[in-house]
């Protein structure tokens, strides 16, 4: 059992390019999340799904886009990149909608950008 | 919007302390309070998970408690070891309606190192 995995590991990209960011969990859990985590600013939540189709926005959205087509799969694309993206990035899916069950991460993508 | 405060922010103890983590929020309409490790480059692991109708929740040598009318939690550590070391993270899951039950809000963790 996986659990929660994330590809790449690093990444160095150049202002201006754009790249997708991979997630996927063997749990088939309904809900999975993108956290962002910088120096001085904690864990911040990007995007959020409920299910395969449904998505919705978190704290700091702006940059990030997300689409969710099956329950194992929850892919984030940095549309044109920015240095104030460089942040180490985390994927988390639980099992409930009601707050009983944990969340699982991953073990997050490191992106810098140039 | 809810606010989730870590006290203190660093922790370095002698091995075999027993030691408390406290966390703070402002809101006290939340689904839960969950406790994770974050060890050095990796991501974080579950401990403690608290509902909103609980008081405290036992796992091995943690004990997690919550006081949702003052927005409190502590994390009570027996017995440390340096294998504790690691950041500790406190997030809340802020009840507000339709589907918040996971966006979860962090706070800064607190750094804990156990000395052998």
């Known amino acids: 059992n996986a659990g929660v995995t994330q590809t790449p590991k690093f990444q160095v990209l150049k202002t201006g390019q754009s790249m997708t960011l991979q997630c996927a969990q063997d749990?088939?859990?309904?809900?999975m999340s993108w956290y962002r985590q910088d120096p001085g600013m904690g864990l911040r939540l990007i995007h959020y799904?409920?299910?395969?189709?449904?998505?919705d926005q978190g704290e700091v959205p702006n940059g990030y886009n997300v689409s969710r087509s099956t329950t194992e799969d929850f892919p984030l694309r940095l549309l044109s990149a920015a240095p104030s993206q460089t942040s180490v990035y985390f994927c988390?899916?639980?099992?409930?909608?009601?707050?009983?069950?944990?969340?699982?991460f991953g073990d997050g993508t490191r992106l810098s950008i140039l | 919007k809810q606010e989730v405060t870590q006290i203190p922010a660093a922790l370095s103890v002698p091995e075999g302390e027993n030691l408390v983590l406290n966390c703070s929020f402002t809101?006290?309409?939340?689904?839960?309070l969950q406790w994770f490790r974050q060890d050095p480059g990796k991501g974080l692991t579950s401990l403690l998970l608290i509902q909103s109708s609980q008081r405290e929740q036992t796992s091995g040598r943690l004990n997690a408690s919550l006081d949702k009318s003052s927005g409190r939690s502590t994390l009570y550590i027996a017995a440390s070891q340096p294998g504790d070391s690691a950041t500790y993270l406190c997030a809340v899951s802020r009840r507000a309606g339709g589907t918040s039950y996971g966006k979860l809000t962090f706070g800064q963790g607190t750094i804990l190192t156990v000395h052998p």
């Open positions: 988390a899916s639980h099992a409930r909608g009601d707050g009983s069950q944990p969340q699982h």
């Open positions: 809101d006290s309409a939340i689904y839960n």
């Open positions: 799904s409920v299910g395969a189709g449904i998505t």
């Open positions: 749990m088939n859990h309904e809900y």
